[in-house]
C-alpha cells in the first residue's frame, strides 16, 4: 500500500506515521508514506497557496493551481514507477461520507491511495471537481486540516494491509469487523487491586472460551452500543439474549 498525501504539513504526517505500527511497516516495506508539500507547486515568489474568497466572507480559500499541480506530479511519478491503474483521490472534510471499518476494508484493497488535506476555509471547488474521487469525513466535528483525518484513515487502512500485524486473526476478530465489540482483555498477574482474573481464561479449555468471548461481547455491544446490533449477525437465541440485556439497561435507567 503505497499512501501519497498532499498537504502543507507533510512533517506531521511523516513524523505520525513514522512510530509504533506503522513506522514498523514503513521499515518493512509492507506500507510507504510519501507526504508533498503542496506549498512547493506556489507560483508566486512568496509562495503562498491561498486567497481571499470571491464573494466575500470569513478566512482565506486554498487555490486551485498548487493542488492541481501537486496532484500532477503525484500522477506522474506514479505513472514513471509503471502504476497505470486509476487511483482514488480522497478528500478529507466533514461534508464527506463518514469513515467505517467497511470503508476502511475496501480501501486497504487498492495498492495506491491518494489524501488532500485541505485548511483555512477549504480549497477551490474547481479543483475538488477535477481531481476528488471520493470525500470522507471522521466524524461529525470540525478539525483545523484534513491532517488528522487522513492519518486516521492511514492507521486504520495500514492494520488491515498483510503483514501490518504480526497475527493475522486479530485485526479480523476485534470490535466492528461484525458489528460486536471485542470482549474485554487481561493479562498478568492473576490478582490485581483485590480482581481476580475470570476464572475461565485459566480453564484451558478452547469450547468454554469461545462461548464466554461471545456472550462477553454481546453483553458489551448491548450496553456500550446497542446500535449496532441491528447490523450484527446473531442467532435467535442471541438476538434474546442481547434484548433482555437492552431491556434490564432501560427498566435501570
Ligand atoms: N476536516 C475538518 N474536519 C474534518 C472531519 N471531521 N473529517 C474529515 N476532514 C475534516
Known amino acids: 500500500m503505497n499512501f501519497h498525501i498532499m498537504t502543507l504539513f507533510p512533517e506531521m504526517i511523516e513524523n505520525a506515521m513514522a512510530v509504533s505500527i506503522t513506522g514498523r511497516a514503513v521499515k518493512a516495506g509492507h506500507i510507504s508514506v510519501h507526504a508533498v508539500n503542496i506549498r512547493d507547486y506556489a507560483a508566486n515568489k512568496h509562495n503562498r497557496v491561498d486567497d481571499y474568497p470571491y464573494g466575500g466572507g470569513a478566512g482565506m480559500v486554498m487555490q486551485a493551481e498548487p493542488v492541481y499541480r501537486c496532484y500532477l506530479d503525484i500522477m506522474a511519478q506514479c505513472s514513471e514507477n509503471g502504476i497505470d491503474k486509476k487511483i482514488k483521490v480522497i478528500y478529507l472534510s466533514p461534508q464527506g461520507k463518514v469513515f ?16 488532500l488535506c485541505g485548511h483555512y476555509e477549504g480549497i477551490d471547488e474547481r479543483v475538488l ?3 476528488v474521487t471520493d470525500y470522507v469525513s471522521i466524524g461529525d466535528y470540525v478539525l483545523t486540516g484534513g491532517e488528522l483525518p487522513a492519518l486516521v484513515m492511514m492507521d486504520t487502512i495500514s492494520r488491515l494491509v498483510p503483514g501490518v500485524l504480526n497475527n493475522d486473526m486479530s485485526a479480523q476478530t476485534e470490535s466492528f469487523s461484525e458489528y460486536l465489540l471485542e470482549y474485554p482483555q487481561y493479562t498478568r498477574p492473576e490478582e490485581w ?10 480453564s484451558g479449555n478452547h469450547k468454554l472460551l469461545a462461548e464466554w468471548y461471545r456472550e462477553q461481547s454481546l453483553i458489551r455491544t448491548a450496553s456500550r452500543r446497542p446500535d449496532l446490533l441491528e447490523k450484527a449477525s446473531l442467532s435467535e437465541e442471541e438476538r434474546a439474549f442481547v434484548c433482555s440485556i437492552a431491556e434490564g439497561a432501560r427498566n435501570y435507567n
Open 100 to 115: 467505517s471499518q467497511q470503508m476502511a476494508q475496501q480501501y486497504a484493497e487498492e495498492d495506491n491511495l491518494i489524501f
Open 193 to 202: 487491586n483485590g480482581k481476580s482474573v475470570p476464572p475461565v481464561l485459566l
Open 129 to 131: 471537481e477535477e481531481i
